[in-house]
């Protein structure tokens, strides 16, 4: 399906047109076990020789038809969907590096992803040394005969930076390491991190991608394009005890996708991170609509970034289309996220928030309906003052999601609260 555009691949790619039931929307199987046609099938799928449906742990035709579809979106050879966007990306962490190794991450994390690196890996042994995002001068001095990835998201939290992909890439080429991305803030179609170098992007499928609102889940996709029989990368040189010491960069075959088949088999198989497939259906529905509503939320962002960069009660403004780079990696649209400063403290920009009715106050991003939350009070209230100025959270800041309702709307509901 590589041939057709993102807008046909949204509604088409991943579902086989013969299908036994003939239905036109993908089922959902609520199936815990799939039967084997005899012993010799059920031990050559034991023995990963043939690929092939075993129990719903490792693999459903669901989640099949939803990974195929996203891998196709963002062009990679194979994707994965796990539990949530927080299991997608400790998976894959756990999936690149063990104990004794290290991780060099940007600083401008999702919260939930900066304690998993900050607080929760070191437990486990593995080190992340974070850097200021875009100081490449400061990723090369973190990098150690240890590292065994670099880390970074497209778009940063809650500042907005859009990260230098290429840039990333050519250092993570240099030193032989995948840079992985997550890219939840900017799906395709606004960008497609592997087409400027990166191996593995990661989505949290709760916010855009499903875009509704209604439900958890995650996805890795994996270009296929890394080389994993560098010794250095443990996971995939030393023979696994698990699976008949099989070493996954080397006994896969010809097209073989280590990373991803290490993932749904040591990860899925092993520690059991997996997305229901009644979840995963909801998520296909989303995908379905995903270009044509990442265009709507960019432009409403885009009208309503400028519309606050005019207003009289407005200190400042953030948006990744008004950044140089953002112009580089976003021309089809910057996505839904704006941030902006209110002229006063804390208090006002808490009362202005609670002024506003159309922006629903949640601690969410990426739904059909506008949300709104003052991150001083809320997702960053355990950071002390200073903190929160090295993370770019002030008092005065209030953090957008720009839904799909009409334009007019929202600017009359930002306007009537400011
Ligand atoms: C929400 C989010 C996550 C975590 O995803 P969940 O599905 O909530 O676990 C990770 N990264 C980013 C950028 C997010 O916005």
């Known amino acids: 399906m590589k041939k057709y555009h993102l807008e046909t691949l949204a509604v088409q790619a991943g579902q086989e047109r013969q299908s036994e039931t003939q239905a036109m929307n ?6 815990t076990a799939f039967p084997f046609r005899n012993a010799e099938h059920c031990a050559a799928l034991f023995a990963l020789k043939e690929s092939g449906n075993i129990y719903a742990r490792l693999m459903n035709p669901t989640n099949d038809v939803l990974e195929k579809r996203l891998a196709a979106l963002d062009g990679g050879q194979a994707a994965v969907t796990l539990s949530s966007g927080t299991a997608a990306i400790y998976f894959t962490i756990t999936n690149l590096a063990t104990c004794g190794e290290e991780i060099v991450a940007a600083n401008n994390l999702y919260g939930g992803t900066f304690t998993l690196f900050d607080a929760i890996l070191p437990q486990q042994g593995i080190t992340v040394r974070f850097t200021n995002v875009n100081d490449f001068d400061a990723v090369e001095a973190a990098i150690n005969d240890k590292t065994r990835a670099i880390y970074v998201e497209t778009v940063g939290n809650p500042t907005l930076e859009v990260a230098d992909l290429e840039r990333y890439a050519a250092v993570a ?9 997550d890219a939840t803030f900017t799906p395709p179609t606004l960008l497609r991190p592997l087409a400027y170098g990166a191996n593995i992007v990661i ?26 029989t560098d010794a250095r990368f443990t996971l995939y040189n030393t023979p696994d005890r698990g699976y008949h010491g099989l070493r996954f960069a080397h006994d896969l075959g010809e097209n073989a996708v280590p990373f991803a088949t290490r993932l749904r088999t040591v990860g899925l198989r092993n520690q ?8 995963a259906w909801t998520f296909l529905q989303g995908v379905e609509s995903l270009p044509l509503r990442m265009a709507r939320h960019s432009e409403n962002a885009q009208a309503v970034a400028e519309f606050l960069q005019n207003h009289p009660r407005v200190a400042w403004v953030r948006y990744p289309g008004f950044q140089e780079l953002g112009k580089k ?15 006063g403290d804390s208090r006002t920009a808490m009362e202005t928030v609670d002024r506003l009715t159309l922006f629903r106050l949640a601690a969410n991003v990426g739904e059909t309906r506008s949300l709104v939350i003052h991150p001083a009070s809320s997702t960053h209230s355990q950071l002390s003052d200073e903190a929160q100025r090295t993370a770019g959270v002030s008092p005065e800041m209030i953090r957008l999601s720009v839904g799909l309702e009409h334009i007019d709307d929202l600017l009359d509901d930002l306007r009537d609260a400011l």
């Open 26 to 31: 993908t089922p959902i199987f609520r199936t």
């Open 173 to 181: 080429q240099k030193h032989h390491l995948p840079l992985v991305v």
């Open 203 to 228: 989505h949290s499928l709760s916010k855009w991608i499903g875009g509704h609102g209604a439900g958890i889940g995650g996805v890795v996709i994996d270009a296929g394009n890394f080389d994993w």
């Open 272 to 279: 059991g991170p997996t997305l229901g497939p009644d979840a």
């Open 329 to 343: 990696y976003l021309p089809w649209g910057a996505g839904g996220m704006v941030v902006f400063g209110v002229k």
